[in-house]
């Protein structure tokens, strides 16, 4: 089998590969809207996604602490994401739209969050990136921060590409 060499650092997408993405991501998982997950940078090495908090994702009611359910899904989602712009920087090759078929049976196989301090602000950054893109497995690596910077969570996951 042939491997394809890895993306240079400033390889950048095409508008509608971002565009597609986006949309399968935001509109078409319906539980990404359910938490307000949103995409807010879309690169080969590096993708980031915005939470707002709301009253709905209240985990803990006396210190309206976010739900430690909702930093896991959307550090799953967000690696998710990142294994999908991995796949879509190694073809580039092929038409974007084509690129946008690829990701049908990507499949989350395992996935750690490690929570090192309540969640609580008022929006929230994630971050995630992908260690190691095999041919049947991706290797992830996500952090979840709150409005000042300060590092809430971290994970780590592997996602099946069959």
Do not use: C, W
């Not at 240079?8 to 991501?25: C, Q």
């Amino acid at each position: 089998m042939i491997k394809k060499a890895a993306p240079p650092p400033d390889l950048e997408f095409e508008p509608e590969f971002v565009t597609g993405l986006k949309k399968i991501f935001e509109e078409m998982i319906i539980f990404n809207q359910v938490i307000g997950l949103k995409v807010t940078s879309l690169k080969p090495s590096m993708v980031r996604g915005r939470i707002d908090m709301k009253r709905e994702l209240i985990g803990h009611f006396a210190f309206n602490r976010l739900h430690g359910g909702v930093i896991s899904a959307g550090l799953d989602a967000m690696a998710g994401l990142a294994v999908m712009a991995a796949i879509g920087a190694r073809h580039m090759d092929e038409a974007p739209m084509q690129r946008l078929h690829r990701f049908a049976k990507l499949g989350t196989i395992d996935l750690r969050v490690d929570y090192l301090r309540p969640a609580i602000s008022e929006h929230f950054e994630l971050r995630a990136e992908v260690l190691r893109l095999g041919s049947r497995v991706a290797s992830t690596r996500m952090e979840f921060l709150g409005a000042n910077g300060e590092l809430l969570s971290t994970g780590t996951a592997a996602y099946i590409l069959s």
